[in-house]
């Protein structure tokens, strides 16, 4: 059963980092696009940042471009999103995505095949 797992968010300061994870079993991320997206409470699922499984191209979302940084670490088979600078507007709930289309952008959800169960990030004085 293909399983994504997120980890690494909590309760950070503005202006702080935070490095999230997304673990992968039974499907090797390196074959998939990945994405991750983010749910603030009462507002759509929106994208964040896509890695590409064809040639890891990166893109982010105007709203976090020059702050957050999509990696990928195939022998752990893992995708990061490290988040710099966080302001109080990055609190939601991050979720790390899969696609088996190279094209998939971070423009539609309903591009992905597997989704991870969420990890809340909170940036609060």
């Known amino acids: 059963q293909v399983q994504l797992v997120e980890s690494g968010g909590g309760l950070v300061q503005p202006g702080g980092s935070l490095r999230l994870s997304c673990a992968a079993s039974e499907i090797t991320l390196d074959y998939y696009t990945i994405a991750w997206f983010r749910q603030a409470p009462g507002k759509e699922r929106e994208g964040v940042s896509v890695?590409?499984?064809?040639?890891?191209?990166?893109f982010y979302a105007d709203s976090v471009k020059g702050r957050f940084t999509i990696s990928r670490d195939n022998a752990k088979n893992t995708v990061y999103l490290q988040m710099n600078s966080l302001k109080p507007e990055d609190t939601a709930v991050y979720y790390c995505?899969?696609?088996?289309?190279?094209?998939?952008?971070?423009?539609?959800?309903?591009?992905?095949?597997?989704w991870g169960q969420g990890t809340q990030v909170t940036v609060s004085s």
């Open positions: 995505a899969a696609s088996g289309w190279t094209i998939a952008t971070i423009d539609s959800t309903n591009e992905y095949n597997y």
């Open positions: 890695i590409k499984s064809n040639n890891g191209s990166t």
